[in-house]
Structures are given as structure tokens and as C-alpha cells.
């Protein structure tokens, strides 16, 4: 958790302070000039239904948005030039040759108010572009939306989240500086970068068990449902599998 000032202003952004060089605005805070970045900040607020990005703390998968979201604009002219910086990785990592050592890491920050500022945040993980086992046709697809009567694109992007569980300051002033081959670099990356594997941040859910009493039924009906229903299988209980397979 990063916490931002008090102000309501962007100079309360806190992701500016973490990252110098990536912008206090903007969905997209790339770092470097020229069309090769030194680093990327995607942030999300999580609270767009139209472009709901998405990570998936299962397998590690993150779902990320474009930023042409508005009807009026080609695919990539965009002010942050969000699309190009898409567009440009992933021609990247499908090349034919290894060239994902021109890949800029990514840096996913979550919005996450706080009583003291509205400008927190909180860091969600570093994320490379694409996902083990899925497609060139598929890790960055151009979708249609419609709004105020026009149609328009924009980007649908996937990025793995690796097992990195600290970022040190050291590699990111490695990264500032252009040393892009650096000792400080994450082993996760490392590995990314030289063979392509990816080492996702996976995790389980835990398994929740309902009590006794919460899977009984509250009602009358219910009871008297549940009553008839054990009633007609009780001498074929085997029979009951098939009976609830094509209920659900």
C-alpha cells in the first residue's frame, strides 16, 4: 500500500513518488522516450463496468484495457499513447527473433482510497506481456464497443503477473538509468526475458465450508420441497445424481 497526500490534486499521486519518471495521470505512465520505454505503471481503478480490468489471483492472468475509450479516435491515437505502447510490446514478444529484451517491465497499480487521501494505491504485481500457453490471436485482440451511437476500438490486453514478491529500488534505478541487463532485475524476469517462460503468481482459494445450519432450508416450501424430494430417492439414492446433474 502506497498512501498519496491530502490534496484531491494529482500532485497527491503517490505512484509518480514510487516510480519518478511515469507521470501522476492517466491509465498508462510509461517512463523513457522514443518508441522503446524503460518502464510501464498500468494503473486501474477497478471501478469502469465498460473496461473492467481484470487479474485473475488464481493463474496469475491480468486482463487490461486500451486506452481509447471514448468514440472519435482511430485504434491508436490516444493522448497517452497507451495503444501504440501495446501495440508495439506485443509485435515484440511474437517476433520472429528474441526481442523481449525491448520489452519494458510492467508495473500494475490498483486504486485503493484511504481515510487519509483518495490518491493511495496499492501494488498489484509485475506483470510481462502475454500468458503461457495462449495464443499470438489471442493475448491482444482489438474489440468493437458502441457508445453515443458510434462504433469503435480498442485494445483487450493479457499479461502475466510473475511470482515477484519485492521490487527493489535498485532495479528500478537500474531501469531509469537504461541499464536494462541488470543484476538487480527479479530471477522471474530474468528468466522471461532470456526463454519466455513465464513464472506466474499463482495462488488457491481457500475452501469455504457452510455450517450445517446454513445449508437447511428457511422456509416451509423449501422444507416441504426438500421433504418430497428425499422422499422419492430414498430407496434409489443413486438415482438422485442425475436427478440434482440436470437440475444445475
Request: hydrophobic fraction near 35%.
Amino acid at each position: 500500500m502506497y498512501e498519496g497526500g491530502q490534496t484531491r490534486d494529482a500532485g497527491s499521486d503517490a505512484i509518480a513518488k514510487i516510480a519518478p519518471g511515469s507521470g501522476n495521470q492517466g491509465g498508462f505512465r510509461a517512463a523513457g522516450t522514443g518508441e522503446d520505454k524503460k518502464f510501464v505503471v498500468l494503473y486501474t481503478s477497478g471501478e469502469d463496468p465498460n473496461w473492467p480490468d481484470h487479474p485473475d489471483l488464481n493463474t496469475g492472468q491480468f486482463m487490461y484495457f486500451g486506452d481509447n475509450k471514448t468514440p472519435g479516435h482511430e485504434l491508436h491515437e490516444t493522448q497517452r499513447g497507451g495503444n501504440r505502447i501495446l501495440r508495439r510490446v506485443f509485435d515484440l514478444l511474437h517476433g520472429e527473433t528474441n526481442r523481449r529484451s525491448l520489452i519494458p517491465p510492467f508495473f500494475i497499480f490498483k486504486k485503493y482510497p484511504t481515510p487519509a487521501s483518495s490518491r493511495s494505491v496499492q501494488f498489484k504485481g509485475l506483470a510481462a506481456p502475454g500468458f503461457q500457453g495462449l495464443p499470438a490471436t489471442s493475448d491482444l485482440v482489438a474489440v468493437w464497443k458502441t457508445a453515443r451511437g458510434q462504433r469503435f476500438q480498442n485494445y483487450r490486453a493479457v499479461f502475466t503477473v510473475l511470482d515477484v514478491p519485492t521490487i527493489s529500488r535498485a532495479w528500478l534505478e537500474d531501469i531509469a538509468a537504461g541499464r536494462t541487463s541488470s543484476t538487480n532485475a527479479p530471477q522471474a524476469w530474468t528468466d522471461w526475458v532470456e526463454t519466455g517462460s513465464y513464472r506466474a503468481l499463482t495462488s488457491e482459494s481457500t475452501t469455504i465450508i457452510r455450517r450445517q445450519e446454513e445449508q437447511l432450508p428457511d422456509t416451509l416450501l423449501k422444507r416441504e420441497l426438500l421433504a418430497a424430494v428425499y422422499d422419492y430417492f430414498k430407496e434409489t439414492p443413486v438415482a438422485f445424481e442425475a436427478f440434482a446433474a440436470r437440475i444445475f
